[in-house]
């Protein structure tokens, strides 16, 4: 017993417990060396391990009830859900607790149990900060799995007690700190997992050296540093993706690794060439989103159980190997986003298992190679954004005149973004999987082919945008009761929309149709679109009024048409509505004040139609308002409620950006500006081209979150108020072809992001203040006001004496006016002459003199005829 406590003098005071503990239950159970009679409920042996158990759980929560026949009534444990016992022996040897939806602090408890070899806990909610010390003293564990749970502890150096460990798994939690060094002594271990957590620092070298080593996870985290040179030849799994501070080169010794199966190192910052050698069981490969350059030599070529090459996201360059594919069992192949040029390989498919190709983002040009029309296992090829030119192959169109092609198995097929020709095939409506079909920026021309209504239950994505393709949209689109994303925008397209649209009413969220010629009016069947939550009708030749029956909508984009009637009241009722812009239209009569109802509404664009009233009060009721236009309208009267707005004041702006998928064209800085999101902190007011009148009120400079402010063509009187200096994040003021007057605040000198300004055609007054910001703009920010000067306008004149006025006699007055102006000459003359002389006296003494005298006299005779109209004035 001596021995045994000198033995473990130095554990922590929690160990030491946790091991008298264990002796205290081996006190009540035989020998393990002498033969063990068969448990049984009655066993004396078993009781202590039930109150263990109990005992460990007793904080943890178990809400479904997995653990409900855990009774402190019991013998044995041996019954209860995820216990597992030795046969011999009637000991606890596995606890699986995995996927139990347990919460509460991860239980340390359990290892009071001598004989448990296996303890997993995995796919529950536990949360704990402290990494139980008691977790150390299990050490007859071979298995431990706490992985996907919410622990946030840092790994303690003790560690490396558990030396018969042989699979241990943390991935998914939010570990963090260095990883302890004792990993290198865990000499037994054969499969670890620490992905998905926040470890940081460089990988202990000694994980890399373990003997037995086979599986190795370290995905995810932020570990940092390079890759040592030595690696154990026992592993067959090797993932360390997504540890953005990996940096240097591949070693060679790892790509060069016999047994390596699976070897994923994307996402990092390795630099430089491929590896010259890989080793031949390679059967996944995955260097993406790196740093590597140069070419793809002909070592990725002679793998003979590659089915998985994912090289993307860095910057190689050159052509790719012609070989490729021609010894390997291909299935996926990822090159996009690189420098690669000339053809492709027509090889990639000679296997015949190819299922996924994608080769977006390169130069690749040249004709797609008739061998890809052949390769039956094709399941989804994506070539965006490249130079490929010619027809595309039959084979790809699963032509019905080639009986010996096959490609039913067609899941996602992505041609956009090339140089291709030809028409869009009807056969194309024969894929009885194709869910995928994106056709966008390519010169196909002719019409879309009622065909592809035969893709009723696949297609789920259909877009053919930007695009010379003419003709009418098939009113077979109805049928593809599986479509989610409609887009047929930028074409040619003419003729009404289909009311037969209106089908989709439990798939469609997307449709856009926008700039085309398509006429006549919005069918109301759209209504029936219970799903559609963004739809873009700009720039057609769409007439009539607005159904009232869309309202399920969070955007509404109508810009650019000729609809006519009123805004309708059951837009009110579109509770999700974000962007509503109906600008450029011919609408008319007021806005209704339903629309008080639309809380979320971020976007109000109606300008450019024929609407009136006075300033909608109820807008200032909207938080979530961002974007105001009411440009180019009827409107009249003051804007006093314009400084309620409560957006346009507040600095609390924390809802995410609003990605629109259709540009927002927006009049700001003097010209229409495109956005293709609405950043959360751009606020944009537009009352342009009213009649609106009054004075600028003074609280409009409590409106601080302006970027854009354009009051420009009303008739507003007053000043400018000086506490638009307040405004400090405009980017863009114009209040042009008004009827201000008075001076231009110097406050205005303090707008640092002022990119644009234009107060041209007022009857502002006075000299322009001097600011860094406000001389950076030309005369066409001021033009059109007479009574203003300074720079960048002409010099103010220089201020005159004011003369004194007495009243009298008009002979008197005049003779006075030419004497005092002869008095002036005289002294102007005399003055002058003295200066004139100083600036001689340098080069002559005589001329000094004489000037002197000259002076003298002349300046006696000025004051003897001032002191004359003095006496002749108050005579």
């Given at each position: ?8 003098f ?15 239950l ?7 060396a002498?033969p063990?009679p068969?448990p049984?409920?009655?066993s ?8 263990m158990?109990i005992?460990a759980?007793?904080h943890?929560?178990?809400r ?7 009774r ?5 444990p041996?019954?209860?859900?995820g216990?597992?016992c030795d046969?011999?022996t ?5 606890l699986?607790l995995?996927n ?11 290892c009071?149990l001598?004989n448990l070899?296996?303890l ?5 909610s536990?949360?704990?900060d402290v990494?139980?010390?008691?977790l150390?003293?299990c ?5 431990l799995n706490?992985s996907?749970?919410h622990l ?14 042989r ?18 002594n865990?000499?037994?271990l054969?499969s670890?997992d ?13 994980i890399?050296?373990?003997p037995?080593l ?7 985290n932020?570990l ?10 026992t592993?067959v ?9 990996l ?7 790892v790509?060069?690794l ?5 070897l994923?190192?994307?996402?990092n ?7 010259q ?5 390679l059967q996944y490969?995955?260097l993406s ?6 070419e793809?030599h ?17 910057l ?5 190997p012609?070989?490729?594919?021609s010894?390997?069992?291909?299935m996926?192949?990822d ?20 299922e996924?190709v ?8 040249g004709?797609l ?23 595309i ?38 894929l009885?999987?194709?869910g995928?079909?994106?056709?966008s ?10 065909s592809?209504g ?5 297609l789920v ?7 010379p393709?003419?003709?009418t949209i098939?009113?077979?689109?109805g ?11 930028n ?5 009404p ?19 085309n ?9 759209l209504g ?6 963004k739809?873009?009708?700009?720039s057609?030749h769409?007439?009539g009024?607005?159904?009232?029956s869309v ?8 810009y650019?048409?000729?609809?006519t009637?009123r ?6 009722n579109c509770?999700q509505?974000?962007?509503?812009d ?15 109802m639309?809380?979320?509404l ?14 909608p009060?109820?807008?200032s009721k909207i ?13 009249f ?8 707005i409560?957006?346009f004041k ?11 998928e259709?540009y ?8 229409e ?5 609405v ?13 609106f009148?009054?004075?600028?009120p ?19 009187i007053?000043s ?6 307040n ?5 863009s003021?114009?209040?042009s ?8 605040p ?9 990119q644009?300004?234009?107060l041209?055609n ?8 001097y600011?860094?910001?406000?001389s950076?703009f ?11 000067c ?7 004149p220089?201020?005159q004496?004011?003369?004194?006025y007495?009243?009298t ?7 006075i ?17 003295c ?8 080069y002559s003494?005589k001329?000094?003199e004489?000037c002197?005298?000259e002076?003298k006299?002349?300046k006696?005779?000025?004051?003897y005829k001032?002191s ?8």
């Amino acid at each position: 017993m001596a021995r045994i406590i000198t033995n473990q003098f130095c554990w922590s005071m929690a160990a030491a417990r946790v091991y008298i503990s264990a002796l205290q239950l081996l006190l009540h159970t035989p020998s393990l060396a002498s033969p063990a009679p068969s448990p049984s409920p009655s066993s004396a042996m078993a009781s202590p391990q039930v109150s263990m158990l109990i005992h460990a759980i007793k904080h943890v929560e178990d809400r479904h009830g997995f653990l409900s026949d855990w009774r402190a009534s019991d013998a044995s444990p041996c019954t209860w859900s995820g216990v597992t016992c030795d046969k011999t022996t009637g000991l606890v040897a596995q606890l699986d607790l995995s996927n139990m939806g347990l919460s509460g602090p991860l239980p340390a408890g359990f290892c009071r149990l001598p004989n448990l070899t296996s303890l997993n806990l995995s796919n529950n909610s536990l949360d704990d900060d402290v990494f139980p010390q008691q977790l150390l003293a299990c050490q007859s564990l071979l298995s431990l799995n706490l992985s996907v749970n919410h622990l946030r502890c840092f790994l303690p150096d003790g560690i490396q007690n558990l030396r018969q460990l042989r699979y241990f798994h943390l991935q998914v939690n939010n570990f963090s700190g260095a990883l302890p060094s004792g990993f290198g002594n865990l000499a037994q271990l054969q499969s670890l997992d620490l992905s998905g957590n926040n470890f940081s620092g460089p990988i202990p070298a000694g994980i890399f050296s373990l003997p037995l080593l086979s599986f190795l996870d370290l995905s995810g985290n932020t570990l940092q540093g390079q890759l040592p040179q030595i690696f154990t030849t026992t592993l067959v799994h090797l993932d360390l993706s997504y540890n953005t501070l990996l940096t240097g080169q591949i070693p060679a010794s790892v790509a060069e690794l016999p047994n390596l199966t699976f070897l994923d190192l994307s996402g990092n910052n390795f630099t430089g060439l491929l590896p010259q050698h890989f080793g031949q069981n390679l059967q996944y490969l995955a260097l993406s989103r790196n740093e590597l350059n140069g070419e793809m030599h002909g070592a990725i070529t002679q793998l003979p159980q590659l089915t998985h090459l994912d090289l993307s996201g860095n910057l190689f360059s050159g052509q790719m190997p012609q070989m490729l594919g021609s010894t390997s069992p291909l299935m996926y192949l990822d090159v996009s986003y690189n420098l690669l040029q000339g053809e492709i390989p027509s090889t990639i498919c000679k296997a015949g298992k190819l299922e996924d190709v994608t080769l977006d983002k390169n130069s690749f040009s040249g004709s797609l190679p008739q061998a890809y029309g052949n390769c039956s296992s094709l399941i989804s090829f994506s070539l965006w954004s490249n130079n490929f030119s010619g027809e595309i192959p039959a084979g790809l169109w699963s032509s019905p005149k080639l009986s010996l092609l096959d490609l039913s198995s067609l899941e996602y097929l992505d041609v956009s973004d090339n140089h291709l020709q030809g028409i869009i095939p009807p056969s194309l409506g024969n894929l009885p999987f194709l869910g995928y079909l994106y056709l966008s920026s390519t010169f196909l021309q002719g019409t879309i082919p009622p065909s592809l209504g035969n893709l009723t239950l696949s297609l789920v994505r259909l877009q053919i945008s930007n695009n010379p393709l003419h003709g009418t949209i098939p009113p077979s689109f109805g049928n593809l009761s599986s479509l989610s994303y409609l887009d047929l925008s930028n074409n040619s397209l003419q003729g009404p929309i289909p009311q037969s649209l209106g089908n989709l009413g439990f798939s469609l969220a997307f449709l856009d149709l926008s700039y085309n010629q398509l006429h006549g009016s919005i069918p109301s069947s759209l209504g029936n679109l219970s799903r559609l939550s963004k739809l873009h009708f700009v720039s057609n030749h769409l007439h009539g009024p607005i159904p009232e029956s869309v309202c399920s909508l969070s955007i509404l984009t109508l810009y650019d048409n000729n609809l006519t009637s009123r805004i309708p009241t059951s837009l009110g009722n579109c509770s999700q509505l974000i962007s509503l812009d109906i600008r450029r239209n011919h609408l008319e009569g007021s806005i209704p004040d339903c629309l008080v109802m639309l809380q979320t509404l971020w976007i109000f664009m109606v300008g450019y139609n024929n609407l009136q009233g006075t300033f909608p009060p109820w807008l200032s009721k909207i938080s979530s308002l961002r974007i105001l236009d009411l440009s180019n309208n009827n409107f009249f009267g003051n804007i006093d409620v314009v400084k309620e707005i409560r957006a346009f004041k507040t600095s609390n702006l924390t809802d995410a950006n609003i990605v629109l998928e259709e540009y927002l064209p927006i009049d700001s800085k003097g010209k229409e500006l495109n956005f293709a999101y609405v950043p959360k902190v751009m606020v944009s007011l537009d009352l342009s081209g009213n009649h609106f009148s009054g004075s600028i009120p003074f609280e409009m400079g409590k409106l601080i979150r302006l970027h854009n402010l354009n009051l420009s063509r009303n008739a507003f009187i007053g000043s400018i108020p000086p506490t638009m200096g307040n405004l400090l994040q405009l980017e863009s003021l114009d209040l042009s072809n008004n009827y201000l007057a008075g001076a231009i605040p110097l406050d205005l000198g303090s707008l640092n992001f002022l990119q644009f300004l234009n107060l041209s055609n007022n009857q502002l007054t006075g000299k322009i203040p001097y600011s860094t910001k406000l001389s950076t703009f030309t005369n066409m920010s001021f033009d059109g006001n007479p009574g203003l000067c300074g720079f960048p306008l002409l010099p103010c004149p220089i201020p005159q004496a004011p003369t004194p006025y007495i009243e009298t006699h008009h002979r008197a007055g005049s003779w006075i006016s030419n004497n005092v102006s002869l008095g002036g000459f005289l002294i102007g003359y005399s003055t002058g002459f003295c200066l004139l002389c100083s600036l001689l006296v340098y080069y002559s003494n005589k001329i000094v003199e004489t000037c002197n005298y000259e002076c003298k006299h002349k300046k006696e005779r000025t004051d003897y005829k001032k002191s004359n109209h003095r006496l002749e004035l108050f005579d």
